[in-house]
């Protein structure tokens, strides 16, 4: 039996983007208000404490077009969002704790006040845990700037994101796909992969989303492929023992000393316990004494006057001529 439901739609027509998302507008909130108050909260550090203050009344205003409520508390160093009576778009909440976020981790206000805005979306990534050796781990977090910023500029503009790079987090503003790549190159930098690969690659995605006629076909030939050398180095150990050739002697080496041997010959084998604990106690008191007597002399040095190298001028003695 043939389908009666596929019948021609005259409103459908090929103009029509049925993947776009209609912004939400106050009317579409047909329940109105809120039920529960919903809030979050953050802290910050001491040095935002001045930048804040005089940017407040813009990130205020800014969060009274979305109906929520913001508060910055000086003395507890905290910033938090609420919903109030007019908040209207159920999302505007966790933008809000998103951009007091952002805020916390020195994103300029202008920049996070961005955030609030639909298609935008925020990742702070945490990359002192993805290195151990801390000498490491400055370096890596370099290579993510590069040099005067350009390695991060071209990141930039390559994922149509904003990258901020601040004490151990990574803060990237943008697109979903941008943060995607952006989490990416940061992770594979802070592993030992240099982010001039990743920006090779992006870009030659870039040029391949040009051309039409590769859109159903694999990329994989464009894309540059690195091989990873692994250079043969030698272990060298960390005691070197002695191979020359040895005297052969049929009689084994002498046994070594146990430590009762060498308490017998010290005559300390059948000293008491609380003897025993006495000497020791001796031992490193003259120890600590002498340590101390060193470093006492050491201390003193730097207050010895240094020799200064100059000779005085003998004065020559006059002696009576004849004529006197």
């Known amino acids: 039996m043939p389908s009666i439901h596929n019948k021609d739609k005259p409103w459908d ?8 998302i209609e912004p939400f507008k106050p009317t579409d909130n047909a329940a109105g208000h809120f039920v529960e108050e919903s809030s979050f909260a953050t802290l910050f550090p001491k040095y935002r404490e001045f ?19 913001c508060t910055l508390d000086l003395v507890e ?26 805020l916390a981790r020195s994103v300029p206000a202008p920049q996070a006040v961005r955030i609030l805005e639909d298609g935008v979306a925020c990742d702070v990534i945490k990359i002192r845990n993805l290195c151990r050796n801390k000498e490491k781990y ?28 601040q004490g151990s987090t990574v803060s990237c503003m ?8 952006v989490r990416r190159v940061v992770e594979d930098c802070m592993a030992n992969v240099h982010p001039i690969y990743s920006i090779k690659e992006l870009m030659v995605k870039h040029e391949l989303m040009k051309d039409p006629t590769l859109v159903n076909e694999s990329w994989d030939r464009f894309l540059p492929n ?3 050398r692994n250079l043969s180095k030698r272990r060298v150990p960390f005691k070197v023992t002695d191979k020359a050739k040895k005297n ?23 000293i008491g316990r609380e003897a025993k604990k006495r000497i020791a106690e001796e031992e490193r008191v003259a120890k600590q004494k002498a340590k101390k007597e060193e470093k006492k002399r050491e201390r003193e040095q730097e207050f010895v006057a240094p020799d200064e190298g100059v000779e005085r001028k003998k004065k020559k003695r006059k002696t009576k001529t004849d004529d006197e």
Do not use: C
């Not at 930048?51 to 409520?69: C, D, F, N, Q, V």
């Not at 609420?82 to 007091?100: E, Q």
């Not at 370099?142 to 994101?161: C, M, N, V």
């Not at 943008?174 to 790549?181: A, D, Q, S, T, V």
């Open 248 to 270: 052969y002697t049929p009689f084994p080496p002498p046994q070594e000393k146990s430590k009762v041997d060498m308490q017998i010959e010290a005559g300390e084998y059948h």
């Open 51 to 69: 930048y804040l203050r005089e940017s407040w009344p813009m990130i205020t205003k800014a969060l009274e077009r979305h109906g929520i409520a």
């Open 174 to 181: 943008g697109g979903f796909k941008g943060l995607k790549e």
């Open 13 to 20: 027509t090929d103009d029509i983007d049925k993947w776009k």
């Open 226 to 228: 690195y091989k990873k």
């Open 77 to 102: 160093g905290s910033m938090s969002v609420k919903t109030t009576r007019k908040t209207w778009d159920p999302a505007a909440i966790l933008n809000a704790r998103d951009l007091i976020k952002l």
């Open 138 to 165: 400055v370096k890596r977090r370099q290579r993510i700037l590069g040099p005067d910023g350009k390695t991060l500029k071209a990141l930039e503009l390559l994922t149509s994101t904003y990258i901020l790079v």
